[in-house]
């Protein structure tokens, strides 16, 4: 028959216990106070890269991504203010808040023709084309992390992917499944037709009206009726533009 243990015991099993934790908790304060003194000097070491390679930073776009993933892993966002350190070091807050600029002007000017949602690669060869005496080249990279810096504006700014390209969203319109997967199929030749859509997603020919009606309605799709075929052809400018310029 086993002894239940005493007061004592009880007592000693305690005390135990709170050394054990104390251990932990003394154990996990130097673990932190050596991460934050190996982070602080990776940050003094970031600052020291930034300075000797600035003109790098600031001109080569491949360059400029790896320095921000370095950023990054320290926990250091340099587009966090337009001022400070980073800013006068680089100018790098100062090149993304005028490109941000530059991408919602390009959005509106262009809206009327893709109703709001206009391709990533067409976004940054248009910038390209409005910034041929600017010295920075600009990437991907750099028009997504400037466009991460609209969604303050809280005006619909956002990147949407669909299949495998990126498209820019500047107006508050949401898409659902079925009109991504449309958009999708339309990647291939720039349009779809309503007999296309019901034999490539196997829908009825309800369903496949009344999403093409919406994007109609949204300003995203273009009727085209003058094929000899008689049917009738949705273009979609935000995905048909770069496979027209580029004979894809």
């Given amino acids: 028959m086993r002894r239940r243990p005493g007061i004592a015991g009880l007592q000693t099993a305690v005390a135990a216990r709170?050394?054990?934790?104390?251990?932990g908790e003394n154990v996990a304060?130097?673990?932190?106070?050596?991460?934050?003194?190996?982070?602080?000097?990776f940050r003094s070491q970031l600052e020291e890269f930034a300075q000797k390679h600035k003109n790098d930073i600031r001109k080569n776009p491949t360059f400029r991504s790896q320095f921000h993933e370095m950023c990054a892993k320290v926990g250091v966002d340099p587009l966090a203010s337009n001022k400070g350190f980073w800013a006068e070091l680089l100018g790098i807050g100062d090149f993304y808040y005028e490109l941000g600029v530059q991408?919602?002007?390009?959005?509106l000017a262009t809206r009327s023709h893709n109703g709001g949602l206009i391709n990533l690669q067409e976004l940054c060869s248009l910038l390209s084309q409005r910034r041929r005496t600017a010295r920075e080249a600009i990437s991907e990279d750099d028009c997504l992390r400037a466009i991460s810096k609209l969604k303050v504006l809280g005006s619909g700014f956002a990147v949407i992917s669909i299949g495998r390209k990126k498209l820019v969203r500047s107006v508050p319109t949401e898409l659902n499944r079925d009109h991504n997967e449309i958009l999708e199929l339309a990647q291939g030749q720039g349009y779809v037709t309503v007999e296309e859509v019901e034999k490539r997603l196997s829908w009825s020919s309800g369903r496949a009206m009344d999403a093409l009606e919406t994007l109609l309605k949204e300003g995203l799709a273009m009727i085209d009726d003058g094929h000899r075929d008689g049917k009738r052809r949705y273009w979609f400018p935000c995905v048909s533009s770069i496979f027209v310029t580029t004979g894809a």
């Fill in 29 to 41: 304060k130097i673990r932190a106070d050596l991460m934050k003194e190996q982070l602080a000097t």
């Fill in 103 to 107: 991408i919602v002007e390009i959005c």
């Fill in 18 to 23: 709170d050394q054990y934790r104390l251990l």
